[in-house]
């Protein structure tokens, strides 16, 4: 069932409102102005998606809300037009992205108050709400890409943000080409459904006709769209082996970090196999690989925030970490598993970088772990929401992180990879201890802030303690809506959203007391491990370290992966565009012809000038050869 809801472009509307002021009126108007609009735009679409989302409730399961905004794409028999929807997958996306993303507009007032572009850094954040919201609303393929595009230019815009500092363009860069590269994926994908559907007379890429049409595409041809569509998701969520460059974007303000590279951009990937659930479940080995993957990144970006010293590159490894944990879930076919995850991850993720925004805030700057210590009484706000993130991440009931996480491993159980269920679960005392530890090494023990800087540290303004506050009750409370079949009111947000993405169907049934108490088990192991090597025996890591230090270094380098790719194709890529491409191709043939042209042109007008040269001798000597020449030919003729 559809119904027609006009009131879904404004959600559009407000943050392109927000954008354009703030790129042409902001300076003009000065900071208060741009306090108040490029927040209070993304606040008004919240209260949009709000009423869109209590409408869509109020109607019967599996309704959709939809509007045509104009029409966009009409190429011979293929069509797209500017159309928006609105059911229970994109309804939830939205509250996420308007809501989690006005906290950290009213957040970047707090954090970028002395900073002079400020107009500049609120008009990308719009502009990237903007993008985002049209990828979760869209009602076709190429709408969605189009929002997929958006953000990812947007990123690269706010992770270069201080752009004359080398090593952030540098990480802008990185950014965009890892994107660019998952993109031609997700290209390939949407140009494999659209020739394989046109060879039926299909010209649609409306979500709602694809999934009333996808049976008629031949199972391996399913299987090649899916894949190259995960290979697009793998560049936009910091899959391996293009998670590269999501460690490099810390190099952004944090509000970005927070907004983009925690609770909404990263997450686009989980959203759109989500939304395309009806192709994967058509391509059993696709999922495999999806799975797969998911759960292979969990672990391996698990392990390098093992060591990381730097607190906003540990926060970056986790999220990659709790991506695959989301992969694992749509993997496995727990689609609504999956995005519940990702709005439990939403909640304390973000809350988790704004309180290191606030420790950055506090410190003036700093982000190594090994210089703080010893926070916890001088930031007590910041330290007691940052407690509940890590709590709700580290999955201890009753906070959110372990509903969402439990029924990942849950499902991955019951759909029979257990191995795979074995990943995630070490993966989750790997994160109790990672995070722990960063709790331990940043608030607790004794003071290793250096000495100039210990006389300013404060707590941050209400401005930016208060978004901290509500994310810390939303990471209390958000898993409530996620409990298990048959205790209290049961899995709400499962039955919400099965209307959009379907119902998970286990395989096994495996004893939901012995899978809960083994993550719940590993997790606690994770947290007595932490206290014991960073407060009870703070010298115990630094000898581990030393015994191991060829695993260390391992992990402290991040599996020299970078290493591998800038000696094996960055470098190899360097030097063909340099010497072959550049000397050679352009230098040597292409400039070559053309300077070639223009010296002919050239020789020839020099051979042209000593014709012309004005002398009056000159010219009778060759009108005397002339003249005998003609008579030359003459007398040639004559005799024969």
């Known amino acids: 069932m559809t119904a027609h809801f006009p009131a879904l472009g404004f959600i559009l509307l407000f943050p392109a409102l927000g954008f354009l002021f703030n790129v042409f009126l902001g300076n003009r108007w000065g900071r208060s102005a741009v306090n108040v609009i490029g927040p209070g735009v993304i606040f008004a679409a919240f209260a949009v998606a709000a009423g869109a989302f209590i409408r869509l409730s109020s109607m019967p399961s599996g309704t959709v809300l939809t509007v045509t905004l104009w029409p966009w794409i009409h190429a011979g028999p293929f069509s797209a037009d500017f159309a928006l929807q609105m059911d229970a997958l994109s309804a939830l996306m939205t509250l996420i992205v308007t809501g989690v993303g006005a906290l950290i507009h009213v957040y970047s007032i707090g954090y970028m108050a002395h900073d002079e572009d400020f107009a500049r850094f609120f008009a990308y954040l719009n502009l990237f709400e903007l993008s985002m919201l049209i990828l979760v609303l869209a009602n076709n393929l190429p709408l969605l890409f189009m929002g997929w595009e958006g953000v990812g230019l947007c990123s690269y815009l706010l992770v270069s943000f201080w752009y004359t500092v080398p090593a952030n363009a540098y990480a802008g860069r990185k950014a965009f080409v890892a994107n660019r590269i998952g993109d031609a994926g997700f290209l390939l994908g949407m140009f494999t459904i659209v020739s394989a559907l046109g060879a039926h007379g299909i010209w649609s890429l409306d979500f709602s006709i694809m999934h009333d049409n ?60 989500a939304r395309m659930h009806f ?5 059993p080995s696709a999922m495999e690989l999806v799975a797969t993957i998911g759960a292979l990144t969990a672990i391996f970006a698990a392990s390098i925030a093992l060591v990381q010293p730097d607190i906003k590159k540990v926060l970056a490894y986790s999220t990659i970490s709790q991506l695959g944990y989301m992969f694992l879930g749509v993997g496995v076919g727990a689609f609504a598993s999956g995005i519940f995850h990702v709005m439990t991850h939403a909640f304390f993720k973000a809350l988790l970088f704004l309180c290191a925004g ?66 995630g679960i070490i993966t989750a005392a790997m994160t109790s201890f990672y995070m722990f530890r960063l709790i331990f090494l940043t608030f607790h023990g004794d003071s290793r802030v250096e000495a100039d800087k210990v006389p300013h540290i404060h707590e941050s303004p209400l401005v930016m303690t208060i978004p901290l506050m509500v994310l810390a009750a939303l990471a209390v409370v958000g898993g409530l809506v996620g409990l298990p079949e048959g205790f209290l009111w049961g899995n709400k947000i499962g039955d919400f959203l099965a209307p959009s993405v379907g119902e998970f169907a286990p395989v096994l049934h495996g004893n939901f007391v012995m899978l809960t108490s083994a993550s719940l088990g590993l997790a606690g192991l994770g947290i007595l491990l932490a206290w014991y090597f960073y407060l009870k025996a703070p010298g115990m890591p630094y000898l581990i370290a030393y015994q191991a230090q060829s695993a260390y270094d391992l992990l402290l380098n991040k599996y020299y992966v970078d290493d591998f790719y800038n000696t094996m194709v960055t470098r190899p890529l360097f030097w063909i565009s340099t010497f072959v491409l550049g000397r050679f191709i352009d230098s040597f043939m292409i400039d070559g012809f053309v300077n070639g042209a223009g010296l002919s042109v050239e020789t020839g007008g020099q051979l042209s000038r000593r014709v012309e040269t004005g002398n009056v001798q000159q010219y009778a000597f060759v009108y005397v050869l002339g003249v005998l020449a003609i008579v030359a030919y003459y007398l040639y003729l004559v005799t024969h």
């Open 279 to 283: 192709l994967y479940i058509l391509a």
């Open 214 to 273: 996808v049976g008629v595409i031949a199972p391996t041809t399913v299987t090649l769209a899916a894949v190259f569509l995960f290979i697009g998701a793998t560049g936009k969520s910091a899959q391996i082996p293009l998670y590269i460059w999501l460690p490099d974007a810390m190099a952004g303000p944090t509000p970005v970090s927070a907004l983009i590279h925690a609770a909404t951009m990263v997450t686009a990937g989980v959203y759109m196999v």
């Open 358 to 423: 606030s420790v950055m805030h506090a410190l003036d700057g700093e982000q190594d772990m090994f210089k703080m210590g010893g926070l916890r009484k001088k930031l007590p706000i910041t330290y007691t929401t940052m407690l509940i993130a890590t709590l709700a991440i580290s999955a201890i009931p009753p906070f959110s992180g372990f509903f969402s996480k439990d029924e990942i491993l849950d499902s991955a159980y019951n759909s029979g990879h257990e191995m795979l269920w074995l990943l």
